[in-house]
């Protein structure tokens, strides 16, 4: 008999859209969770379709022969989690296996659960706010084995287990069915110490961070903060090179020394610490020799941040002359030439931009520690350099009033990011406003809420206007596309001014159906937008707004800010 692998990571699972649609249509479609997902999709030949899902169809329609072509999904990107947990398993003795995306993978999976040759199933949250796609993971997971044991853990649980109270996660931990929870901000070396004692038939009862069943409930042990340094645990991406396509995630430090308010980022992930420029070098050096790699994502936070380090690093990447494209996070409150002019001779191809307002009061509300003659400055020098900007704004904070949100509508067309989109607040508990709700009278929680100056369905109403109003700067869909949609493109050959030509078609058919009430097919005019974009044949220069049919002019006079 084979021994048993000790763990198998199950990736992202980027649900069927179809099928969350229907969920969060439960929630009633004017509920403010609906109406945030109503952005994110269009409907052609019966059926809906995100952006990535609208890529995949159009291609396929009016590219029907090319052979080299793959879906558009998340699971392009691979899962930095898995990589570094993996390695940090192999390291301490362990043996793992993996599936990078839940959906795409699914023939794999299947083999791998029936030839029954693991010990657990470890199941990472790191992209979930919801609890159903891990329900769907779950229920596969038992359906094709039924005995490996199965460990969740990651920022979904932390928060879960923050917020909720015992009775409350008694119920979400039965409904989830799993064997055990891992709750920690870092959590490696409780998942290693589980293995061990899982392995050699050992009690569970002391290993903290862990909640686990016992009987008919969930016993809870003693959470004790883990302290594992990054630079002593480096990823050996040669563990997973014959599986890595083009895109790759990667991190030079752990946490945020921000503290916006309306993030619970810092208080999940713990201290803050950064990578040394030599740890970084090696790890880029690694990606760099594996030929398949085009484009970099740095997922830190705080890329920029300190600005001394970061200009090191750029020196670094340009000394070496790699050979792949890279975006990040970027606070742009802290550019200036020097910095913006190394960022392009390294490679950098955009940068998502968490500007939050273009209302200063809002910024000081939100603890952005930033001014907005700031911003307004770092984003001339992404513009002069040719870097990609995708800004990104909350509507709604604590504070925000019609006359702060024109504010922040006129930065964007003042300042031009090359996208943008605007988001529903969402009211966490874990976060720091909510230590201040009394100041600001906030009532009810997640996308339902009220404070003094608003409440969740104005901010909605004001969301759909923005969208149909701002002209200077193209709005991107969230949902299974976003910042890393622009280059996973980009990256599969077409110029930057064909996904605008894409996003364009693909933002009409939403206000298409957004004057339709959420119902009716695209029309004609949306469908030859697609045509053209797949045709070659879309000019380098966007249509003016003049020129845009009748329907187009109607979306526009019907929607006045």
């Known amino acids: 008999m084979n021994k048993k692998i000790d763990c198998l990571f199950i990736g992202h699972n980027e649900m069927k859209f179809v099928e969350y649609e229907k969920m969060i249509r439960t929630m009633g479609e004017h509920s403010c969770s609906y109406r945030d997902l109503n952005l994110n ?18 291609h396929q329609t009016y590219v029907p022969n090319d052979e080299s072509f793959k879906p558009v999904f998340l699971g392009d990107t691979f899962s930095l989690t898995i990589a570094y947990l993996g390695t940090f398993l192999k390291k301490r003795g362990f043996s793992f296996d993996y599936v990078n995306s839940f959906q795409y993978e699914k023939e794999a999976l299947i083999q791998k659960l029936e030839n029954n040759d693991f010990l657990t199933i470890a199941i990472p949250t790191t992209l979930y706010v919801t609890v159903f796609p891990i329900l769907e ?30 009775m409350t996660i ?37 290993i903290n961070n862990i909640t686990y069943r016992s009987s008919d409930k969930y016993i809870t042990n003693p959470e004790v903060p883990e302290n594992n340094i990054l630079e002593e645990n480096p990823i050996e991406w040669d563990f997973f090179k014959d599986r ?27 201290k803050y610490q950064t990578a040394d420029i030599k740890f970084i070098e090696n790890e880029l050096n690694m990606l760099n020799s594996i030929g398949s790699i085009t484009s970099v994502n740095f997922i830190d936070d705080t890329f920029n941040v300190p600005v001394k380090r970061f200009k090191e690093i750029l020196r670094m990447m340009i000394k070496n002359k790699y050979k792949f494209k890279w975006n990040s996070h970027f606070r742009c409150q802290f550019a200036d030439e020097e910095t913006i002019h190394l960022m392009k001779e390294s490679g950098c191809e955009g940068v998502f931009l968490g500007i939050e307002s273009g209302n200063q009061q809002i910024l ?19 513009r002069k350099y040719d870097i990609t900007t995708y800004a990104s704004f ?34 966490d508990p874990i976060t720091p406003i909510w230590k ?126």
């Not at 604590?398 to 988001?423: A, C, L, M, Y």
């Not at 220069?541 to 187009?552: F, G, I």
């Open 170 to 206: 008694q119920y979400l931990f039965n409904s989830m069915d799993a064997d055990f929870y891992i709750k920690n901000s870092q959590g490696e070396q409780t998942l290693a110490n589980l293995l061990y004692a899982l392995k050699n038939n050992l009690s569970v009862e002391d």
């Open 394 to 427: 909350i509507i709604g904070f604590p504070g925000e009033t019609r006359e702060t949100v024109k504010d922040t509508i006129e930065f964007i067309e003042e300042n031009k990011p090359t996208f943008f989109r605007t988001q529903l607040w969402y009211c």
């Open 137 to 166: 993971i779950i229920s596969f997971v038992r359906k094709y084995n039924k005995t490996a044991k199965i460990i969740i853990g990651g920022p979904f649980i932390a928060t879960q287990m923050n917020i909720q109270d015992d």
């Open 41 to 58: 999709f269009i409907r052609h030949n019966n059926k809906i379709l995100t952006a990535s899902e609208a890529f995949n169809e159009f």
């Open 244 to 270: 890595i396509d083009k895109f790759v995630s990667i991190r030079t430090s752990i946490s945020c020394p921000f503290s916006c308010t309306f993030c619970g980022f810092p208080q999940h992930a713990g």
């Open 364 to 382: 000081q509300n939100m603890n952005k520690a930033a001014k907005l003659a700031d911003y307004r400055k770092g984003l001339e020098l992404l």
């Open 436 to 561: 201040q709700r009394e100041k600001y009278n906030i009532q009810g929680s997640q996308f339902e809420w009220s404070h003094a100056t608003m409440d969740s369905h104005t901010a909605c109403n004001i969301i759909d206007e923005i969208f149909f109003n701002v002209k200077n700067s193209m709005w991107i869909p969230q949902t299974n596309f976003e910042f890393e949609g622009i280059f996973n493109l980009i990256h599969r050959g077409m110029s930057l001014d064909q996904v605008k030509g894409f996003l364009e078609a693909f933002n009409l058919g939403m206000k298409e159906k957004l004057l339709n009430k959420g119902h009716g097919e695209i029309s004609y005019d949306v469908i030859n937008k697609f045509k053209r974009v797949f045709d070659n044949s879309y000019a380098s220069e966007l249509e003016a707004l003049e020129n845009k049919s009748d329907n187009t002019k109607k979306i526009y006079a019907d929607f006045e800010f």
